[in-house]
């Protein structure tokens, strides 16, 4: 609904009404069914972009008063996202006395109206520290960085990076002041891996590490995308280099075994005085560069045509990127402090074979695109959901591209002359004999690059199903950890609702749990709370071994809007269970029932009575109505027939003069009236007698009335008629 103005979070700040994660946005479809294209959102140009970003600097501040941050926190714009229908999403990172705030991330969803509807927190509510002054030197700080590397051996700080001062707040429990440092040693990805460890400013201990080289590390598979059509440029001399001005500039250089630390060092751009470029042999170093530029310009333009994005950074700017990095470097990764990509040439593995093919360009440009929006943390599940989100857009930028010498398929590096054939398989992960394909509660502590077997096994089965098929030329088998079997939804929109969670709702603390929530939230304002997709969606992830699948909609088609009951046609009785309204306790979402405003939701920032959701509404903290209604609803014929239902009204008015109201109307009467003068801690049980509707089938609906100052929430659960 349009909840949540600047007071009514406030409110909620001020009351902890819980961890608010994803809010829910039940209703009306923000797509057809017919297309995912932009995944609901508008297409901007770079001014379109720099006005939003300006808007969005210059609502920083009112932003983080409302949302109850503390006066030494501030928000800085990172990112916004505008839907089809005018709604904005503003993506803000947060700092604390100038500090940088790891995982202090968080998106404010406002609606057309400009309405604030709900918040995305990675760390919700204010931070407080005693003092930004460190018990521990940033020297020492290094020193324990290195001592406790667990990813690389031999590990030293590096001069570049050094101890950074940050307040760390990912974990639960309070935040504490910390240093990051990054070290080098000889880890996974060469001689020159590099690792984030973080150490308590105080105590000294570690918080959390990860390794930075976000890249497919492991055997491989040489490139060869065959005869293939490139972008270039011509210089003054007339020479042509690899300087692809439609795709932002994007420049793909020969790093000549410049070490990974620093592909530059080296690097010269490729120049040749005809426009021909390599001859398919990883022996002529123009090759590799060939595979590079047409692997970065399709996963540019699948980015562009699929989500209306312009780059990485939705900016139009093109990342430089470097082939031939290091020596006997089987690896590729994404570097966000340089803004850089970077391919190795393989080592004996894999017969020295480039690895610059076509999934590997998508899985490390779609890296920076994480970077850009959620900023997943390179650690634990939302390490896993990272690598997850770089192999679903590498596989779907394989599939966009066409290449018939490498045709889509689910298997990650097919082309890297693996030993079983393959990097890592969608469809059955756990056939690599390392990756997950269920979720388990040790999830978060499974190498990354295996925990993302179960976002990937999910996006598999959400798209193609449990059905075993040839997709590629290569067998698939969805395998499904429950034994379930359905159709999929497609991967066009099974990938427009994984990017719409990612950019939208994901933060940088988000764990599979809640990218569940966040897919299923992405799904309704695509196609609709009650559409197959969502359902799809629900079912994917239950075969995943993670909840339950949502209750069967009944259609095959998207089908946003709800189903009422049909009018019986006889004396009407209640159906089994005794309650003659359909789905009284909103565990099916908006089913059964009509809402002028998403009022239907799942969100973390109230509690349900029972389950997980509930009707919350009104909160304004401004003048606005709404109501919540089912038709058809057969009262019984004998007995005392009511409606019950369990009630918490919450407030920031005071006394007993009822301001704000929420009434009780059956067939346009109102029964029964409660205000802001009902205000409880608590859910309570209310009753309303419908002895004079006895045998009649009634139109039921409650309307809630806000005045112009100050807010009142009523949030509404286990309605029952019998």
């Known amino acids: 609904m349009n909840r949540k103005t600047a007071l009514a979070v406030a409110v909620a700040a001020a009351l902890t009404l819980g961890s608010a994660v994803v809010a829910s946005s039940q209703g009306v479809a923000l797509a057809s069914s017919g297309t995912s294209n932009g995944s609901a959102f508008r297409a901007m140009s770079a001014s379109d972009r720099a006005a939003a970003m300006d808007r969005a600097g210059r609502e920083a501040d009112a932003a983080a008063k409302a949302l109850g941050l503390g006066p030494d926190e501030r928000l800085v714009a990172k990112d916004v996202l505008v839907d089809n229908d005018g709604a904005r999403h503003v993506r803000y990172d947060r700092t604390y006395r100038g500090l940088p705030v790891v995982g202090g991330d968080l998106v404010v969803h406002y609606a057309k109206n400009g309405r604030v509807t709900s918040t995305s927190w990675a760390h919700e509510g204010a931070i407080r520290l005693a003092g930004v002054t460190p018990k521990l030197s940033g020297q020492d700080a290094s020193a324990a960085a290195a001592r406790s590397a667990k990813h690389v051996k031999q590990a030293h700080a590096t001069d570049r990076d050094g101890s950074q001062l940050v307040v760390w707040a990912t974990a639960h429990g309070a935040p504490v002041l910390a240093y990051r440092t990054t070290v080098t040693g000889t880890g996974q990805a060469g001689a020159a891996s590099r690792e984030a460890v973080l150490v308590d400013a105080g105590s000294g201990a570690v918080l959390d590490q990860y390794e930075l080289e976000q890249g497919v590390s492991g055997s491989g598979d040489g490139v060869n995308v065959g005869q293939v059509t490139i972008e270039t440029s011509q210089d003054g001399s007339g020479n042509y280099t690899l300087t692809d001005a439609s795709h932002g500039g994007t420049i793909v250089y020969d790093s000549n075994n410049s070490p990974q630390s620093n592909p530059a060092q080296n690097a010269q751009a490729f120049s040749n005085s005809s426009d021909n470029w390599g001859d398919g042999t990883a022996a002529n170093r123009e090759s590799a560069a060939v595979d590079a530029s047409f692997g970065l310009a399709k996963t540019?333009?699948?980015?562009?045509?699929?989500?209306?994005?312009?780059?990485?950074?939705?900016?139009?700017?093109?990342?430089?990127?470097?082939?031939?990095?290091?020596?006997?470097?089987?690896?590729?990764?994404?570097?966000?402090?340089?803004?850089?990509?970077?391919?190795?040439?393989?080592?004996?593995?894999?017969?020295?074979?480039?690895?610059?093919?076509?999934?590997?360009?998508?899985?490390?440009?779609?890296?920076?695109?994480?970077?850009?929006?959620?900023?997943?943390?390179?650690?634990?599940?939302?390490?896993?959901?990272?690598?997850?989100?770089?192999?679903?857009?590498?596989?779907?930028?394989?599939?966009?591209?066409?290449?018939?010498?490498?045709?889509?398929?689910?298997?990650?590096?097919?082309?890297l002359n693996m030993g079983n054939g393959y990097l890592r398989r969608m469809d059955n992960p756990s056939l690599d004999g390392s990756s997950l394909s269920c979720y388990s509660s040790n999830a978060g502590s499974v190498d990354v690059h295996y925990s993302s077997g179960i976002g990937n096994h999910f996006f598999y089965l959400t798209a193609e199903g449990t059905?075993?098929?040839?997709?590629?030329?290569?067998?698939?088998?969805?395998?499904?950890?429950?034994?379930?079997?359905?159709?999929?939804?497609?991967?066009?929109?099974?990938?427009?609702?994984?990017?719409?969670?990612?950019?939208?709702?994901?933060?940088?603390?988000?764990?599979?749990?809640?990218?569940?929530?966040?897919?299923?939230?992405?799904?309704?304002?695509?196609?609709?709370?009650?559409?197959?997709?969502?359902?799809?969606?629900?079912?994917?992830?239950?075969a995943v071994s993670l909840g339950t699948a949502l209750p069967d909609p009944g259609t095959g088609n998207p089908s946003p809007s709800p189903t009422p009951t049909p009018s019986p046609?006889?004396?009407?009785?209640?159906?089994?269970?005794?309650?003659?309204?359909?789905?009284?306790?909103?565990?099916?979402?908006?089913?059964?029932?009509?809402?002028?405003?998403?009022?239907?939701?799942?969100?973390?920032?109230?509690?349900?009575?029972?389950?997980?959701?509930?009707?919350?509404?009104?909160?304004?903290?401004?003048?606005?109505?709404?109501?919540?209604?089912?038709?058809?609803?057969?009262?019984?014929?004998?007995?005392?027939?009511?409606?019950?239902?369990?009630?918490?009204?919450?407030?920031?008015?005071?006394?007993?003069?009822?301001?704000?109201?929420?009434?009780?109307?059956?067939?346009?009467?109102?029964?029964?009236?409660?205000?802001?003068?009902?205000?409880?801690?608590?859910?309570?049980?209310?009753?309303?007698?419908?002895?004079?509707?006895?045998?009649?089938?009634?139109?039921?609906?409650?309307?809630?009335?806000?005045?112009?100052?100050?807010?009142?929430?009523?949030?509404?659960?286990?309605?029952?008629?019998?």
């Open 300 to 415: 540019w333009d699948f980015y562009q045509s699929t989500f209306n994005r312009s780059g990485i950074r939705n900016d139009g700017r093109g990342a430089p990127a470097y082939v031939h990095v290091d020596n006997q470097l089987l690896n590729a990764f994404y570097d966000d402090s340089c803004f850089c990509m970077s391919f190795g040439d393989g080592s004996s593995q894999n017969g020295n074979t480039p690895l610059t093919a076509l999934d590997v360009s998508g899985h490390e440009m779609t890296h920076g695109v994480t970077a850009a929006t959620a900023n997943l943390n390179y650690s634990g599940e939302s390490g896993g959901l990272n690598e997850s989100t770089s192999d679903i857009m590498g596989t779907m930028v394989e599939f966009y591209a066409n290449d018939p010498s490498d045709p889509g398929d689910y298997y990650i590096g097919e082309k």
């Open 467 to 542: 059905s075993p098929k040839t997709i590629g030329g290569l067998p698939h088998d969805g395998a499904p950890c429950n034994g379930d079997s359905f159709g999929g939804i497609g991967k066009d929109k099974a990938a427009a609702i994984w990017y719409r969670a990612l950019t939208t709702y994901m933060t940088s603390t988000t764990d599979y749990n809640a990218a569940r929530t966040a897919t299923l939230q992405a799904a309704a304002d695509l196609y609709g709370a009650n559409s197959q997709e969502r359902y799809i969606v629900s079912k994917a992830w239950a």
């Open 569 to 722: 046609t006889s004396t009407p009785t209640p159906p089994p269970g005794g309650n003659a309204l359909a789905n009284g306790g909103f565990e099916q979402g908006a089913t059964g029932w009509t809402q002028s405003a998403n009022d239907i939701t799942n969100s973390t920032q109230q509690a349900a009575h029972s389950g997980s959701w509930y009707a919350w509404m009104m909160g304004y903290g401004s003048a606005a109505s709404e109501t919540l209604s089912q038709s058809n609803v057969a009262v019984p014929s004998t007995g005392s027939p009511k409606l019950t239902f369990w009630l918490k009204v919450t407030t920031q008015e005071t006394g007993t003069t009822a301001y704000d109201t929420l009434k009780v109307n059956v067939n346009g009467r109102t029964l029964k009236t409660y205000s802001n003068a009902n205000a409880s801690a608590g859910y309570v049980q209310k009753s309303v007698d419908l002895s004079a509707f006895a045998g009649q089938t009634v139109n039921l609906s409650f309307a809630g009335q806000e005045d112009a100052a100050l807010s009142t929430i009523f949030l509404i659960d286990d309605v029952k008629v019998g």
